[in-house]
Every structure is written in C-alpha cells, then in structure tokens.
C-alpha cells in the first residue's frame, strides 16, 4: 500500500506539472480565450463538460476542509485552472498522509477527512437536505450537458473538424478534461468490487465523459440509505460497515 501511495503521488504531481504547462503554452499561442474562442459552441460544451467535474471535486473538497475560506480558495483555484488545481489538491493530500496511513489504505484517508461526525450527532434533516439536493442536481447537470452538446451539432456540425480539435484552446479544454477522468477512474477502480463493473466504468467515462460522471454520481447516491450522511459515496461498498466506527469521533467547527 506505501508503494500505492508514493506511485500516487507521483501520478497527481506530473499530471499537475504538465497541464500547467499545457496552460501557460496555450495562454502565450491562444491568447485569451475570453476574447477568441469562448462563443464558439463546441468550445461552450468542452467547458460545460469540464465545469461537471469541477463541481465533482468542489463537493469533496468542501467535505474535506475543515475551514470554508481554505475550502473556498482551493475551488476557485480549480475552477480557474482546471485539472492544475484538482491534481494539486490531491497530490497536497497524499503528501498528507502519515507513514501508517500511506501502508494501510491510502486513498481512503485521502478521500475521506481525520474527524468525522457520528450518525447521532448529525441531523437527520439536514443529511437528507444534502443529499436529496445532490441527487437532483446531477440529473439536471446531465440534461443540461446534453443539450449543450445538441445545440453545439446542430448550430456548429461535427466535432471533428479540424478547425474545432487543432483550436488551441478547445485542445487543452480536452487535455484538462481528460485529467480529471484520471483522478476520477482512481476513484471509480477504487470503489468498485469486481474488475467486470470497473472496466465498464472506465470505457463509460471515457467514451462519454461528464454524462457517465453524471450517472456514476445519482447511482451512487441513490444507494445511500435515507439517514446516510452523504460522504460514504466515498467508500467501497464491502468496506462501509467496517469503517463506521473509524467516522465516530467529533468533527472540528469551521473557520471561517
């Protein structure tokens, strides 16, 4: 599992490095894609795609930080940078990890934070609050994502194009988005039980992108239980039972 861990750390520092200088390349030939590129449809719907997994990692990283300032900038970060700032996130996690952790399971102490608040101390209300709320937002994230893409073929033809793939900025919209694909099959591989249902993942996020994250995220939230608090989507379903008593001690208050 230390090996895991330091050919984690490893994979999220290089992703990091290299988009960012996939960035700073495309900020000095592209210009600003404000000004240039950002009415043009194709370029609208990459965005919206990258923009869904964004919010993916917004949603862990708010659970992750005990402060909301810290947790604030860290997603403005993101959404500003892209996959720089998500794999930057995480690869500051794994450097995190004390050696024990590193040997036991480090991406669990990764996705999940030191203290946790027990079922009794959370309120119920609020747990369903939370993630009712999340169970509708994906399905909407995902119809919008598709009408983006409909409205994109039908006011701008195929993607594949090569004025759209080779635009400067469509091509590293693509790259950043594909980098958050990575850090999310880590996950996916993670939390699934067999390779058969993995692998499946794996060619769903691939081939369709933020609709399969969409789907992967309302699956797994519809199978938490009514008084389930919303941060065991992090865990392996096998695992969950076995880990309870680890989340039973009192969680921090916010800075804020």
């Given at each position: 599992m230390a090996l895991l861990a330091t050919r984690l750390t490893a994979l999220f520092s290089a992703l990091a490095s290299s988009f960012g200088v996939i960035l700073i390349w495309t900020l000095y030939t592209g210009g600003n894609p404000v000004l240039l590129e950002i009415y043009k449809p194709w370029l609208r719907a990459?965005?919206?795609?990258?923009?869904?997994?964004?919010f993916t990692f917004a949603l862990w990283t708010v659970y992750?930080?005990?402060?909301?300032?810290?947790?604030?900038?860290w997603i403005f970060f993101m959404f500003w940078t892209g996959s720089l700032g998500t794999c930057a996130y995480i690869f500051v996690q794994f450097?995190?990890?004390s050696p024990q952790e590193s040997a036991e399971d480090p991406i669990y102490h990764v996705l999940l934070r030191h203290e946790h608040k027990s079922y009794e101390e959370q309120k119920a209300g609020k747990r369903c609050l939370v993630v009712a709320a999340t169970r509708i937002a994906y399905?909407?994230?995902?119809?919008?994502?598709?009408?983006?893409?409909?409205?994109?073929v039908m006011t701008d033809g195929s993607p594949f194009?090569?004025?759209?793939?080779?635009?400067?900025?469509?091509?590293?919209?693509?790259?950043?988005?594909?980098?958050?694909?990575?850090?999310?099959?880590?996950w996916a591989v993670y939390k699934e039980t067999s390779w058969?249902?993995?692998?499946?993942?794996?060619?769903l996020f691939v081939c369709f992108g933020s609709l399969a994250t969409c789907a992967y995220m309302t699956k797994e939230l519809f199978q938490l239980g009514s008084q389930d608090p919303m941060?065991?989507?992090?865990?392996?379903?096998?695992?969950?039972?076995?880990r309870l008593p680890l989340l039973n001690?009192?969680?921090?208050q916010r800075v804020v």
């Open positions: 990459a965005v919206a795609e990258l923009e869904i997994n964004c992750k930080e005990s402060s909301y300032v810290y947790s604030g900038i450097l995190k990890l399905p909407i994230l995902g119809c919008l994502l598709i009408a983006s893409v409909v409205y994109a194009r090569r004025e759209v793939l080779l635009a400067p900025w469509q091509m590293t919209t693509v790259v950043d988005f594909y980098v958050h694909i990575v850090a999310l099959l880590v058969l249902s993995a692998s499946l993942w794996i060619l941060h065991l989507i992090l865990l392996k379903h096998n695992s969950r039972p076995a001690s009192v969680q921090p």
